[in-house]
């Protein structure tokens, strides 16, 4: 619960809008607040669950446009999500096939503008590369929703 506090109470970064949120209502308040009502919510969908974790990317990823609000849930003993959008940031859905046949949507994000992130962000010791230089791009936790302009 510690943790879940001094992560909704940290201070934003440089073109970063971050809220927490403690019910559907706010959730879906908060969405519409930032968006507008032509929204719509997307999620990491996997067609049926497989022993099998090995994945490769097929054919027809989209661009969900950069007009987004990506929710994290925490832990804690209720729902409660960390909702931010950051500028320069592009929500994509990815296509994927397992070994064994499975199908499953991913969503993924590229931050096109990190020169605001901590030299120390362990995305730029893992790939060697200083704020700014390069965009960084990964996918989301299974638990993550994204709110997206249609």
Not at 9 to 16: F, I, L, Q, S, T
Request: aromatic share 6%.
């Amino acid at each position: 619960m510690k943790r879940t506090i001094r992560v909704c109470e940290r201070e934003a970064v440089n073109g970063e809008q971050m809220f927490c949120v403690r019910s559907l209502e706010s959730f879906i308040d908060l969405s519409i607040a930032t968006l507008g009502k032509e929204i719509q919510l997307l999620s990491n969908h996997l067609s049926k669950e497989t022993n099998n974790p090995l994945f490769t990317i097929a054919r027809g990823m989209q661009d969900m446009g950069e007009n987004e609000l990506v929710c994290h849930k925490d832990r804690y003993p209720r729902a409660v999500f960390l909702c931010h959008s950051i500028n320069k940031t592009t929500v994509y859905k990815v296509p994927l096939v397992g070994r064994d046949g499975t199908k499953a949507n991913a969503l993924a994000v590229c931050h096109k503008d990190t020169s605001a992130w901590s030299p120390k962000h362990i995305s730029f010791q893992i790939l060697k590369v200083k704020p700014g230089t390069v965009p960084i791009c990964h996918f989301l936790a299974k638990d993550t929703l994204a709110w997206v302009s249609n």
